[in-house]
């Protein structure tokens, strides 16, 4: 059989800690993973169809078209009752990050084209793809698919096991053979309806990458975690089975391995080489991260503000097609006294993060800036020479909107802000009183409380000088790859030495004769779509870069994720 990815580019893309979760029970229901209940069925090997309940907890994951139809894209492994285990590249079409209303998910599946009654759809609430999740080499190729209904279990719909932590040394499996599963192209490339299966032997590093070197020396990752496996014939995996797991048999009970990520094209292009090896991700390799977001899965903003960063566009709609005004409300002004004077001069930007709290970048409220105090944060702002601020909206309406300023009662300076130089660069600063949220201008952003993969990201704030600075702005970024960035700047003598706490991004819309920066503390925020609710999320806050279009306008921002622990624990503290 040949079976594979959702879309073809230049690859087929087919797609411890806390040890009760990864163990081989699901103690939240008490259910035994990995156990089929129907074990009469007897199954065949080499690429034939399997039988019906013989692959419980394979799962086929569909893609909402406009016309109504649901186009089947790729496979998943159910591995609780809330969650489905698949590829992240799953769940991007055309370097779009599609939103988790756009899926749905079949259990209890055997034949795709006609359900049985055996077979149960789940609505997605949520799509959790990895932070670092790579779309041009498919590495960190993993993502959870959050079921809006809690998955109940029944002979043909099982969980399967998280791969054991005493066995996670890929050697323990070079040489075995796992079997896979999905609905992908078989013979005469084209999608099948009955469930295929195949079984593939997992072969070592040295061994994948001489069989086809310029193909994989980019998809193998350095640090392992990815691995191959294919037995170079025609049996293999092919386009529609990405996201699909590689199960094994431990101990009287099913484990996944890993997940089907990404392949060769044949030597025509079209579809896939079944005589090439395929690369899988390696569960291992993630199973904190997985339980991490298990976890957390009921509390995705930090400071637990239900209402925080709501987006009201379809959350297809592109950020430039969105207006400016009233959109980013949490983006804030910090006001400087100027000393001896009754002036007042506004130098850095920050975010609106609770009722009481704004932050900020650390060297904004350090004793740089002679002559001038830090004073006040102004909230709602939108345009520096008016006040009240008036626009009208799509329908003819006209709403005018008015600053708050607000003094601050306490600065907090990250303890280790500059050490080492240029690292730790974050502050909150505390208001006397809180921001009157109630105003349409004045609204928190959510803070996440992990960090989740967003292809496109989007700045606002007033820039430092230009023709336009005196009204808020926004530029679309992209993260840029952290060793390209830290070579960037080791040559300007610059040394960014913590990749966690610092992310860079480059702008996609540069304008030749507007390269003024951002001020220092603008907001870099990215739109989730969670329980049914588009929200912005922060992620970082614009720290340094450099002048005059240098460096191809790539900018360094404060990874706000790595400081979330210090941010809650200030806030609780605080917060009285």
């Not at 850095?348 to 060297?363: E, M, S």
């Amino acid at each position: 059989m040949t079976m594979g990815s959702k879309a073809i580019g230049w690859v087929f893309p087919v797609a411890l800690f806390l040890m009760l979760i990864i163990a081989s029970h699901c103690a939240s229901r008490g259910v035994p993973c990995g156990q089929k209940q129907l074990t009469f069925l007897a199954y065949v090997y080499k690429g034939q169809a399997a039988l019906e309940a013989e692959w419980p907890w394979h799962a086929a994951i569909f893609q909402k078209q406009r016309s109504g139809e649901q186009d089947y894209i790729c496979g998943g492994t159910v591995i609780s009752e809330n969650f489905v285990l698949t590829a992240a590249h799953c769940t991007i079409s055309f370097r779009m990050t599609l939103s988790a209303e756009d899926f749905t998910v079949k259990l209890g599946l055997h034949n795709k084209s006609y359900p049985s009654e055996h077979t149960r759809s789940f609505e997605v609430v949520e799509i959790i793809r990895h932070d670092a999740f790579n779309i041009n080499n498919l590495q960190n190729d993993i993502a959870l698919l959050r079921t809006e209904k809690d998955i109940s279990y029944s002979d043909y719909i099982q969980p399967i096991c998280l791969w054991p932590v005493e066995k996670s040394d890929l050697n323990s499996v070079i040489g075995s053979s796992g079997t896979v599963a999905g609905w992908g192209v078989g013979d005469g490339y084209k999608l099948v309806d009955i469930l295929q299966q195949a079984t593939l032997s997992v072969v070592d590093y040295a061994t994948c990458l001489k069989s086809k070197p310029e193909h994989f020396s980019k998809l193998l990752s350095d640090d392992k975690s990815n691995y191959c496996a294919g037995n170079q014939n025609m049996t293999n995996v092919c386009d529609g089975d990405s996201g699909g797991g590689m199960y094994f048999k431990v101990d009287n009970a099913w484990y996944i391995r890993g997940i089907v990520s990404a392949g060769a094209r044949s030597e025509k292009g079209r579809h896939c080489d079944p005589q090439q090896f395929v690369t899988f991700t390696d569960i291992p390799y993630y199973l904190k991260w997985i339980v991490q977001h298990q976890e957390v899965v009921k509390k995705r903003n930090l400071l637990n503000l239900g209402d925080c960063g709501l987006d009201t566009h379809n959350i297809t709609t592109p950020e430039p097609s969105k207006p400016v005004f009233l959109q980013y409300p949490w983006t804030a002004m910090l006001e400087f006294r100027v000393e001896g004077t009754p002036s007042v001069q506004t130098i850095c930007n920050g975010a609106l993060i609770h009722p009481r709290f704004v932050i900020t970048v650390g060297h904004c409220v350090d004793s740089a800036f002679r002559k001038l105090r830090l004073k006040s944060v102004r909230l709602g702002e939108y345009n520096l020479k008016t006040n009240p601020d008036k626009q009208k909206t799509t329908d003819g309406k006209e709403i005018s909107t008015t600053i708050q300023s607000i003094d601050i009662e306490k600065v907090f300076k990250h303890p280790h802000f500059n050490n080492p130089r240029y690292d730790n660069n974050i502050a909150l600063l505390k208001l006397k009183y809180p921001a009157d949220v109630a105003r349409p201008n004045v609204k928190p952003i959510c803070l996440p409380t992990l960090e989740d993969f967003n292809e496109v990201y989007t700045i606002s704030g007033w820039k430092r000088v230009g023709q336009l600075s005196h009204v808020l702005e926004r530029n679309t970024a992209l993260l840029e790859d952290k060793d390209t960035c830290r070579t960037i700047y080791g040559k300007m003598k610059v040394n960014l030495v913590n990749d966690a706490n610092q992310i860079c991004g480059t702008y996609y819309h540069k304008q030749e004769l507007d390269c003024f920066h951002f001020m220092s503390g603008a907001p870099l925020q990215y739109v989730k779509n969670a329980d049914r609710k588009n929200q912005y999320f922060l992620k970082g806050l614009f720290s340094l870069g450099f002048p005059n279009c240098q460096l191809n306008y790539t900018d360094v921002f404060t990874n706000v994720n790595s400081y979330t622990k210090w941010i809650a624990s200030v806030v609780d503290a605080e917060n009285v």
